[in-house]
């Protein structure tokens, strides 16, 4: 039989500003970078952030949650986590979250799309 | 410092399969910087949650990819099952593992066939694609179709195989097998071959894990991981190693990947040794998803990441996949910096990229 690794899923709800201690925290206890990606909910009209880490010695995943409202300003990791860069471009420009400080902000041109922010709130939503 | 050029480069480029565009800052003919965008081919699959309820994004999931068609459609359904607390029949969890693997060998062989016609060897290509035509067949003969043929649905699968169709399997395991190892000869010692793909594009582990990169790119620069490992499907019931190089380089990458071909194929072979005999495909699924799950499974391309989202209602909230050659961009912007303009072709494919994945 092969060993069989399976942790929990550990999902961390964070204040946006906490976003950049926790990620750094993260980076320094041995996780590296596996994903980001945003939820529009338009129940309560706020944006979910999701951050997830990976120890690729346990397989433990570790992801950080932010809840913002939409006009929140939510500061990049980028500088904290060089590879987040693309993940943080495409919920900037596909959702419309407004993050500053990208490390290479693309200025909506990574996707070349038609539609502003399509995945994001509807304009009269928003 | 040399006078600075702006290539653009694809989205339509006769080495590219896919379209991806790339800005290269060169210093004569040495890149200094690459920009990449995308999205020329974006469909928005994912928001197609708010009009397909669960078990129809099953579909949609799978059609995100027609390379890794199977495992976008296992991932799904995978996550959807941890949320419903669904406990899949071991039949199905072993066919899982069946179609996964031969679905890693066709992609890996188109990969390598497209790796020799892009350092010009088309005698290699066509032996390369020739022996993936078998492994084509195996999926057309037992699901219906080559590519894309739809056997998942959240409690299990669809179809059965039955116990001539395992012995065919195997047998065409042992065609392939032999058939493999003359090719590995020649992608491994002949001098062509080496030329190109040795200390080109080389990154370390460090690299690998400060930019996120994933799958065969990340084992072939030592970089031991292998979401197999996770335990989903039959995979706890399977002897294996993940394959890893510490070179980094071309060379490394043809290698890792070369070897799971092989190591496919001896997984097919457990898999088929220890089916359960049981006759049960799927369970019935009751009620609606209500709650969340990060699920990850290993594409023949590398980890890829399904987030799905459930409140109670058929449609979901959300449903994010994150596929591995979106988590590889950086690190090839960061391979190619510092490269002759005349390998950037060569090391684009190094990676295995997949943009109608990236795309979904």
Known sequence: ?126 | MGKRSVIPYGPQHPVLPEPVHIDLVVEDERVVEAIPSIGFIHRGLESLVDRRDFNQMTYVAERTCGICSFQHGMGYCEAVEHIMGVEVPDRAKFLRTLWAETSRMHSHLLWLGLLADGFGFENLFYQCWRVREKVLDIQEMTAGGRLIFSVNKVGGVLKDVTDDQLKFILATMDEVEAELKVIKETFFEDYSVKSRLVGVGVLTAEQINALGAVGPFARASGVNVDMRKLGYAAYPHIDFEPITSNDGDCYARCYVRMMEVFQSIDIIRQVIAKMPAEKDLAVAVKGNPDGEYFMRVEQPRGEAFYYVKGNGTPNLERMRIRTPTFANIPGLCEMLKNTELADIGLLILTIDPCISCTER
């Not at chain 1, 309560?44 to 999701?50: A, G, H, T, V």
């Not at chain 1, 596909?94 to 041109?109: C, P, R, T, W, Y």
Request: avoid cysteine.
């Open chain 1, 1 to 126: 039989m092969a060993e069989v690794i399976n942790p929990q899923n550990i999902l961390e709800e964070i204040s946006v500003s906490d976003l950049l201690r926790r990620a750094l925290e993260l980076k320094k206890a041995g996780f590296r970078f596996s994903q980001a990606h945003a939820v529009y909910n338009s129940k309560d009209n706020k944006y979910e952030l999701s951050y997830s880490f990976s120890d690729y010695s346990t397989y433990q995943l570790h992801s950080l949650r932010v809840v913002v409202d939409l006009d929140t300003v939510v500061p990049s990791i980028t500088e904290i986590i060089p590879a987040a860069v693309f993940y943080e471009n495409e919920m900037k420009e596909l959702f419309g979250v407004k993050i500053e400080m990208i490390s290479a902000d693309l200025q909506n041109k990574l996707y070349r799309i038609e539609v502003d922010t399509p995945f994001g709130p509807k304009k009269e939503e928003a």
